[in-house]
């Protein structure tokens, strides 16, 4: 019989080194440096000449990707706005150089509509003295810096539009494609305003490879061409009767404030991704495999719905847990995959999509039409952002005996699931994951292992 609890410890330790390797700030550190009036970001270099440098930096990992960049160019550097989250009491407070605004989340708030006040007015000081802009985007920025492109939208409407995207099952860039239609900042409208600025743009990203334009909803880079008509997202998920009429006159009404075009787009500037899930997926990859686990990452199980995401992870482990079985060495597996699967919020308990995720494998492997009922395995969910939903965790561990547990205490797993309610259920189980805000956001990691 496999040992359970040291497979437990194993996962948790692939996650927690997971998080050490995807840190934000460090990553700002390793791509910017100055040499005289050069800055070197990555592969590309830029002559400052007298110029000096703002920035702006939105989102979870705002604060120590702007610490980063500060350490980097020094003295260059004049002014910049950090919007990011709650701070804790043990976070560095920001240089006297940088203004603070925490902003809303997962929904904006008014503090949002002031950041994006004050957005504006560093954007107008650094267009006139023709300055290099370096803004920091990463995930949660959507919400925590806004401006409605109407003037007849207001924070309630924002905020009920933004709660009805959340919890629809919508893809992260259906949501978008909806939110920049009302907003006056994402798809590149907030870059915009300072056409006659150098600009770049050094991303954390939470959402899939290649569509980094996504992330905060984009407000450095212009939507892609593919992008989905929010028209057509809002009817699929019938939003029509949810979302705030004024929210609805701003979808159908195609906005009078375009977004930028491809050409004025690559007049703006260069963007970097500097982290995202890809990178985390082979670190925890090669975590698993410095401790015996021989590993494969599923990447192609990432956004699916929340419903089909699960059995197939589930599957997938099966299938490379039978492979072993004649092969004495392949006895210790590990699977990674990522992303985030598509989850409706079905009731008013407290939880979020990895907690369900990890809720759903453990009914899973009770299914009677799937081998694994016979599999010892665990699996690890969560957010590398610490925070899953609207709980305090960043998500759950369960193996092939947590229902089992479950019931034996009386606890009925369908009726937490039913409910949305998968924290409380691992909160009875003691199998919550609680991380605390981690700083940054590179989407979810599974790590799912058997021997």
């Given at each position: 019989?496999?040992?359970?609890?040291?497979?437990?410890?194993?996962?948790?330790?692939?996650?927690?080194?997971?998080?050490?390797?995807?840190?934000?700030?460090?990553?700002?550190?390793?791509?910017?440096?100055?040499?005289?009036?050069?800055?070197?970001?990555?592969?590309?270099?830029?002559?400052?000449?007298?110029?000096?440098?703002?920035?702006?930096?939105?989102?979870?990992?705002?604060?120590?990707?702007?610490?980063?960049?500060?350490?980097?160019?020094?003295?260059?550097?004049?002014?910049?706005?950090?919007?990011?989250?709650?701070?804790?009491?043990?976070?560095?407070?920001?240089?006297?150089?940088?203004?603070?605004?925490?902003?809303?989340?997962?929904?904006?708030?008014?503090?949002?509509?002031?950041?994006?006040?004050?957005?504006?007015?560093?954007?107008?000081?650094?267009?006139?003295?023709?300055?290099?802009?370096?803004?920091?985007?990463?995930?949660?920025?959507?919400?925590?810096?806004?401006?409605?492109?109407?003037?007849?939208?207001?924070?309630?409407?924002?905020?009920?539009?933004?709660?009805?995207?959340?919890?629809?099952?919508?893809?992260?860039?259906?949501?978008?494609?909806?939110?920049?239609?009302?907003?006056?900042?994402?798809?590149?409208?907030?870059?915009?305003?300072?056409?006659?600025?150098?600009?770049i743009t050094l991303i954390v990203s939470d959402v899939p490879s290649g569509q980094e334009r996504n992330v905060a909803s984009g407000p450095t880079l212009a939507p892609s061409?593919?992008?989905?008509?929010?028209?057509?997202?809002?009817?699929?998920?019938?939003?029509?009767?949810?979302?705030?009429?004024?929210?609805?006159?701003?979808?159908?009404?195609?906005?009078?404030?375009?977004?930028?075009?491809?050409?004025?787009?690559?007049?703006?500037?260069?963007?970097?991704?500097?982290?995202?899930?890809?990178?985390?997926?082979?670190?925890?990859?090669?975590?698993?495999?410095?401790?015996?686990?021989?590993?494969?990452?599923?990447?192609?199980?990432?956004?699916?719905?929340?419903?089909?995401?699960?059995?197939?992870?589930?599957?997938?482990?099966?299938?490379?847990?039978?492979?072993?079985?004649?092969?004495?060495?392949?006895?210790?597996?590990?699977?990674?995959?990522?992303?985030?699967?598509?989850?409706?919020?079905?009731?008013?308990?407290?939880?979020?999509?990895?907690?369900?995720?990890?809720?759903?494998?453990?009914?899973?492997?009770?299914?009677?039409?799937?081998?694994?009922?016979?599999?010892?395995?665990?699996?690890l969910c969560a957010g590398t952002d610490g925070i899953d939903g609207n709980s305090p965790a960043a998500g759950a561990i369960v193996d092939s005996t947590t229902i089992q547990?479950?019931?034996?205490?009386?606890?009925?797993p369908e009726d937490f699931l039913k409910r949305s309610d998968a924290y409380s259920f691992f909160v009875a189980l003691g199998d919550a994951i609680t991380t605390g805000a981690?700083?940054?956001?590179?989407?979810?990691?599974?790590?799912?292992?058997?021997?």
């Open positions: 019989m496999p040992n359970l609890t040291q497979l437990r410890l194993a996962a948790r330790d692939i996650f927690d080194e997971t998080l050490r390797a995807v840190d934000a700030g460090e990553a700002v550190r390793r791509a910017v440096h100055l040499k005289g009036s050069q800055l070197t970001v990555q592969d590309a270099t830029i002559e400052l000449s007298n110029r000096w440098i703002y920035s702006i930096a939105i989102g979870k990992a705002a604060l120590p990707k702007a610490l980063a960049l500060v350490d980097a160019i020094g003295e260059r550097f004049i002014r910049g706005l950090i919007v990011g989250p709650v701070r804790t009491p043990e976070a560095c407070v920001p240089p006297s150089r940088w203004q603070w605004r925490e902003g809303g989340h997962p929904l904006p708030t008014k503090t949002s509509l002031v950041a994006a006040e004050e957005a504006f007015a560093l954007l107008d000081r650094a267009n006139k003295e023709r300055a290099l802009l370096i803004f920091l985007i990463s995930g949660g920025g959507s919400a925590m810096l806004e401006w409605p492109i109407q003037q007849g939208i207001a924070l309630a409407d924002l905020r009920m539009a933004n709660k009805v995207l959340i919890n629809c099952g919508a893809s992260i860039v259906e949501i978008n494609s909806v939110r920049r239609a009302f907003s006056a900042v994402k798809g590149g409208r907030l870059a915009a305003r300072a056409p006659n600025c150098d600009q061409r593919d992008a989905p008509d929010p028209r057509e997202v809002t009817a699929r998920y019938r939003l029509d009767t949810k979302l705030p009429r004024q929210v609805l006159r701003a979808i159908d009404a195609k906005s009078d404030a375009p977004f930028p075009s491809d050409d004025i787009a690559s007049l703006i500037g260069n963007h970097f991704v500097l982290l995202d899930n890809d990178k985390a997926l082979a670190v925890a990859a090669k975590a698993a495999r410095q401790r015996g686990f021989v590993t494969e990452i599923s990447r192609d199980i990432n956004d699916q719905r929340i419903e089909e995401g699960c059995p197939e992870i589930l599957k997938r482990l099966e299938a490379f847990h039978m492979g072993g079985v004649h092969n004495p060495s392949r006895n210790s597996i590990c699977l990674v995959s990522g992303g985030e699967f598509a989850c409706p919020v079905n009731g008013s308990g407290i939880g979020g999509r990895n907690q369900e995720t990890a809720l759903r494998l453990a009914l899973e492997s009770e299914n009677p039409d799937l081998q694994s009922r016979s599999m010892a395995f665990v699996a547990r479950a019931r034996a205490i009386g606890l009925d981690t700083g940054m956001n590179v989407r979810d990691i599974r790590i799912l292992l058997a021997e």
